[in-house]
């Protein structure tokens, strides 16, 4: 009996225990489907179990009864990338985008096939009414992706490849592209007709067949072709038309919208290799031209250079030649003119000395016949006796003189042999002697005697 009783009592002990543990885990259960964290850079659709809603904004835990929440991030990115797949994840934290796809195929104004790649980010209206009447219209993020911010960004970015063409698109019109595609995804899509176009070419071609027309050649090929432009459709007040975006009806907006990358089909890509070819080509070609221009010019620059130095050259020869016949005909004038002025003053001059000798011999004249008036006065005064008288002296002088220095003995001996041949005595000596007086006196025409006046 007594086991019985403590079989009781510790089976109602066990009971409390596993009641306590029950209403512990149905209150656990009652608090983790009544209370959930709100994450930053969400917003949170709450319904309770009364049917009653709430837009839940602010970070921390948040009390919902037996309810249901959805998580909507503040900013949705749609992005179309290389080596993605399809895939929308609005409620991860860890993905990169909200909705990824593959790079999508758009087609150009000129019919060029390529694939795009580009991003769009969505900010989704964080009032109370206005996200509501999102969540009721959308019921989810990914419905939401999937309805209608996909379908626009696919749209979006096709209707803008068809403003533009391939070629104009790599041409320089990159930036007109992405920001076309960034207003249109902000304010609707251009309403667009495209016509064709004919339009003349500016470049006249001319044939040279013809032989006979010389320079004067006929026109040929055509001279119009037919494009394709895109024209935009305006309304009365003259502003293009536009389809708008639906998503904007619920207050979404567009924060950012960039195409990151453009791959054109491989026949495009060849074109263009081949383009970029001829149009390097055409600039070797014109780099060429302009050089061989510079070297024209650099030729006419050296040859008229070398034709200038000559010109110089023989000019300043020519210069220094008729500054040297010049300066030769200045000499020779001056040579002359002295010359002149020489003979002019040796002319003077002769006139002088001959005026001089004329003078002179006139004064010797009048001195001779003075002289000779003089002597023959004198001579006629006394016979010319002074004169004789020294002629005599120095007559006498030479033969004394003779006579003094003659080489005979001091004694000759000789006699009369009947001959009469001298023998060389003194006076045979003083009779030569006298006889040499005699004839010097005849030769002189004196007479050595005193003549009585």
């Not at 030569?432 to 009585?452: G, I, P, S």
């Amino acid at each position: 009996m007594d086991e019985v009783i403590e079989s009781g009592r510790k089976f109602s002990i066990n009971g409390k225990t596993v009641g306590g543990i029950i209403a512990l885990l149905v209150i656990m259960y009652v608090l983790s489907q009544s209370f959930f964290y709100a994450e930053p850079g969400y917003i949170y659709h709450v319904r309770t179990v009364t049917g009653n809603e709430t837009v839940v904004t602010e970070i921390g835990y948040k009390f919902y009864p037996f309810g249901r929440y959805n998580a909507w991030k503040r900013a949705m990115t749609v992005q179309a990338v290389s080596g993605s797949q399809s895939s929308i994840t609005s409620e991860k934290d860890g993905n990169s985008a909200s909705a990824t796809l593959p790079p999508l195929s758009i087609m150009y104004l000129d019919q060029v096939d390529a694939h795009a790649e580009a991003t769009v980010r969505f900010s989704i209206p964080s009032d109370e009414e206005g996200f509501l009447r999102l969540a009721h219209e959308y019921r989810s993020p990914e419905n939401l992706l999937r309805t209608a911010l996909l379908p626009a960004f696919k749209e979006t970015l096709q209707a803008n490849a068809s403003l533009m063409a391939a070629e104009e698109y790599y041409a320089g019109g990159r930036t007109e592209f992405n920001s076309e595609f960034e207003n249109q995804m902000r304010n609707g899509i251009y309403l667009v007709k495209r016509e064709e176009v004919t339009v003349n070419s500016t470049k006249k071609l001319s044939g040279t067949a013809n032989a006979a027309l010389g320079t004067d050649q006929e026109e040929y090929g055509e001279d119009a072709k037919t494009i394709f432009v895109v024209k935009k459709v305006l309304d009365e007040a003259g502003l293009p038309m536009r389809k708008t975006q639906r998503f904007t009806d619920y207050g979404i907006t567009v924060v950012s919208a960039l195409v990151t990358d453009m791959k054109p089909n491989q026949k495009f890509i060849e074109r263009m290799q081949l383009k970029q070819k001829a149009s390097a080509d055409r600039a070797i070609a014109r780099e060429q031209r302009v050089q061989e221009e510079e070297q024209r010019l650099l030729a006419i620059a050296r040859g008229e250079r070398e034709v200038a130095e000559r010109q110089a050259k023989a000019k300043v020869e020519q210069i220094q030649k008729t500054t040297e016949a010049e300066t030769e005909k200045q000499l020779a004038i001056t040579k002359a003119e002295k010359l002149k002025a020489e003979a002019q003053i040796q002319k003077e001059t002769a006139e002088i000395n001959l005026d001089k000798a004329k003078i002179e011999a006139q004064t010797q004249r009048t001195l001779a016949d003075a002289e000779a008036y003089q002597k023959k006065v004198i001579l006629q005064a006394d016979n010319a006796l002074a004169q004789k008288l020294d002629a005599e002296i120095k007559i006498q002088e030479l033969w004394a003189a003779a006579y003094a220095k003659r080489q005979v003995p001091t004694n000759v001996f000789g006699g009369n042999g009947g001959d009469g041949a001298p023998v060389g005595n003194d006076y045979e000596t003083k009779a030569f002697m006298q006889l040499l007086t005699l004839d010097a006196a005849k030769r002189l025409n004196y007479e050595r005697d005193l003549v009585k006046q």
